[in-house]
């Protein structure tokens, strides 16, 4: 997190103790107003059309299981979507006899765009797919598909939770009709924060799963009226002090301009993939003709837990990537797991020389 963010977030939990939490939410309104403000600007599109969701997967859940499928409807998706997702179209397709179809990548291991074309037909429901996936430096190209999705009337479905923060996101542009994002990774805000977009036309249509009294009201013993606005895919109860940080990381992620963001982190990764790529033993395993800041590699002389931990003991920073997130597409790909290295902005061109340095000597040793 940016010091301006944590400030504001320790700031608002120092408010909570003095004041209590009622008091507080109360005080501080137009803060708390200013994350669906924030997420508007983010997205281009109306602050009425977010809502506020403890993460990204229960934002995309809230969405999800909104839509109402029969049986032989069809879910179209990636190859390279995120496994939580997949987890809950199966169950989805065990309930309601509901088909998922894995569209196929094209050479480039990013979703075939002429193959989605040709899956179109009355039987398909939902076009539902992860724009960067969790293994992988891959960006889907997002704007081909909704341009397909909306040709088509079909309802476009986007898992941009490592989309937002990183790259320019206008929904209008990329044709979505529904988009979830997370808090905690390329917008810096804090853990257990992340937000939903839902088209205008699309929210009276979609009933979410779960209802309280924020998402809808109790007229009388028999009668509920739901939100007409992206809300009632809420909870009456949140982390007001992350909403409000959020806020504050978003306009913080405006503030330097997505453009520059993206452009410096893609010159980070495309350096660093090119390191890698002369090292012996090393592969570079990031799909797609479009690669942002995450990269992932393998290597022939040490696996990828051991390469993270052996890092750590340097102080320098990475996940691994199994295939717990990523099912479908490492067993398509035989990977079992990858290091994945995640730039910033923050980061610097020194930082990866010495990366790459310590990464030489790592793989040179057997053991630590
Ligand atoms: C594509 C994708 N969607 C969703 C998530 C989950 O995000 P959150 O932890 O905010 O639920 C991840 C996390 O890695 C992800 O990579």
Redesign the pocket.
Known sequence: MPKPVSQVLHAYLYKEERFGGYETAFLENEEIENFYVAAAKLLNCDSDEIAYVE??????DMAFYSFEFQAGDRILTTISE?S??IIAYNQQANRYGVEVIFVPNDEYGQIDVSALENLIDERVKLISI?????GGGLVNPAREVGRIAKAADIPFLL????GVGQIPLDVNQIGCDIL??????YLRGP?G??LLYVRREMIEKLEPPMLDLHAATLLSPSRIQIRSDARRFENWEQYFAGKVALGTAIDYACSWGLEAIQARIYNLASCLREKLGSIEGVTVTDEGVEKCGIVTFKADQRNPFEIKNALAKQKINVSTSSSA?SLVSFQHRGLKAVVRASLHYFNTHDEIDYFVTILEKILRKKTD
């Not at 992860?130 to 969790?134: W, Y």
Request: charged share 20%.
């Open positions: 993460n990204a997967t229960r934002a995309w995120y939580s997702n992860s724009h960067i996936p969790t898992d941009s939770c490592q979830c994002g997370t808090g905690r990774k853990r924060t992340g997130g």
